[in-house]
């Protein structure tokens, strides 16, 4: 499964049966060179309707850069992105045992130390992943010919991204 830093937490948390039975591994790149993107990411923000934005805007603060908060948001699975965690030796050498006793968070920072520029997803991604689990996953959950499975997620990207006034060849 190739995805964000995210997963680990999500997995853990929806899947408790697969414990042990998970590892993270860099994403794999055709000449064998460290090479990642960002996909995904969260953000918090101060609406203009706020009834008391500056207590908001402390509230995010705090949110953002106390131990504490970043501690239970640790704990929950997430994945910082602040440099202080980032470099934590208590944080990188965390194993756990969700995935097998794996120092997955070497694994994770390294990825993140690695995203390449250049870098850029489909102007329609949204719809491309939407689509992601009729095609590529069915055939996955139905262990069924996964070329076919992709080559329907091709086939209805194209038609997609031509019916927006994209040029796509498949």
Do not use: H
Request: net charge negative; charged share 15%.
């Amino acid at each position: 499964m190739v995805t964000g830093a995210w997963m680990p937490g999500a997995l853990e948390g929806s899947v408790p049966e697969g414990s042990g039975q998970w590892r993270v591994a860099p994403i794999p790149s055709y000449d064998g060179s460290a090479a990642t993107s960002e996909n995904g990411g969260s953000s918090q923000a101060v609406t203009k309707q706020s009834k008391n934005p500056a207590l908001a805007a402390a509230f995010l603060k705090w949110l953002n850069t106390s131990d504490e908060s970043v501690g239970v948001f640790l704990d929950g699975g997430g994945f910082p992105s602040t440099t202080k965690q980032l470099d934590d030796e208590e944080f990188l050498n965390a194993a756990l045992e969700y995935f097998g006793g794996q120092e997955i968070n070497k694994v994770l920072v390294e990825a993140s130390d690695n995203v390449i520029t250049g870098w850029q997803y489909l102007p329609f991604q949204v719809y491309a992943n939407s689509v992601f689990p009729d095609t590529v996953g069915a055939a996955y959950t139905a262990r069924s010919d996964l070329n076919r499975g992709l080559q329907a997620w091709q086939d209805q990207l194209a038609t997609y991204g031509n019916q927006q006034g994209f040029t796509v060849n498949p």
